[in-house]
C-alpha cells in the first residue's frame, strides 16, 4: 500500500478559488516533505520544502504566497493554491524521506489539478 | 546551480533490443536515483545508487554510476513492451550527506515496438 498518501488525486476548480492538496506519511513522522509540480510532458520541478512547525522552504521562482504550504504535524503537510489561473493546472506531488528505514524516499500519488 | 540532463529524450526501440539511457549532472553528487513514471501516474522507484561504481540490477534494467565522471546510465536489455513509460533520473542538491531533495532530469520517453 501507500506509504505516502495524497488527497485528492483529482480536483477540478474555477479560476479565482483556492484549493488544498494533502500529503501524508504513513506510518511514519516526517519532518520534512517535498512538493513538486509537473506539466504535461515535463520533468519535475522542486517547489518547496515543507518543514514540521516552521515556515516552508521555496525554491526560486515560486511564489510563496500563492502556493501556501503548512506542515501542523509530523505526517501531514499541505499545500494550497490560491487564486488559482488555468496556468496553475499542473500534477502536484509530494514525497518524505523515511529515515527510519535507510532514508528511502517515497513518493505520493499525486494530485492533478485542473483550473477552470 | 545543479542541473540534470538526460538522452535521449525519446527512445523507441524493438522488442528484444539494448540500449543505454545516459543522466549527466553538473555538480558533485553521491545519490542517484531512477524512476519510472507511467502516463497519469506517479512515480515508481527503480534503482538508488549512493557510491561510485554502484552497480544495481532488476529484471531487464541495469544502473550504474560513475561520481567522477557525473554520469549515470540506465542498461535495457532484451526491452520488452511492458517497459515503455517515462524515466527520470535524479540528484539529491547535496554532496555527503542527504537532503532528500531531488532535481530531476528531462525525462526519457522510451516506447518499445513489438
Known amino acids: 500500500g501507500a506509504v505516502v498518501s495524497q488527497h485528492p488525486s483529482r480536483v477540478i476548480c474555477k479560476s479565482g478559488t483556492s484549493v488544498k492538496i494533502e500529503c501524508r506519511s504513513l506510518d511514519f513522522q516526517a519532518t520534512t516533505m517535498f512538493w513538486y509540480r509537473q506539466f504535461p510532458k515535463q520533468s519535475l520541478m522542486l517547489m518547496a520544502t515543507s518543514n514540521e512547525g516552521s515556515k516552508a522552504t521555496y525554491e526560486q521562482g515560486v511564489e510563496k504566497d500563492k502556493f501556501l504550504i503548512n506542515h501542523a504535524s509530523l505526517t501531514l503537510s499541505t499545500l494550497t493554491v490560491t487564486s488559482a489561473h488555468p496556468e496553475d493546472s499542473s500534477f502536484y506531488i509530494c514525497?518524505?524521506?523515511?529515515?527510519?528505514?535507510?532514508?528511502?524516499?517515497?513518493f505520493g500519488e499525486g494530485s492533478w489539478l485542473t483550473v477552470v | 546551480e545543479l542541473k540534470v540532463e538526460q538522452n535521449p529524450l525519446f527512445l523507441s526501440m524493438q522488442e528484444g533490443k539494448n540500449y543505454t539511457i545516459y543522466c549527466n549532472y553538473s555538480t558533485t553528487s553521491d545519490r542517484l536515483y531512477w524512476y519510472r513514471q507511467d502516463p497519469g501516474k506517479s512515480l515508481e522507484s527503480l534503482f538508488v545508487?549512493?557510491?561510485?561504481?554502484a552497480v544495481k540490477q532488476e529484471g531487464r534494467l541495469m544502473a550504474s554510476l560513475d561520481t567522477k565522471a557525473r554520469l549515470s546510465t540506465l542498461h535495457i536489455t532484451a526491452a520488452v513492451h511492458d517497459l515503455s513509460a517515462t524515466y527520470f533520473c535524479?540528484?539529491?542538491?547535496?554532496?555527503?550527506?542527504?537532503?532528500?531533495?531531488?532535481?530531476f532530469g528531462t525525462g526519457t520517453l522510451l516506447a518499445v515496438q513489438p
Open positions: 545508487l549512493l557510491s561510485n561504481g
Open positions: 514525497s518524505a524521506a523515511h529515515t527510519g528505514f535507510g532514508n528511502t524516499i517515497y
Open positions: 535524479a540528484v539529491d542538491m547535496r554532496y555527503g550527506g542527504a537532503t532528500n531533495k531531488l532535481i
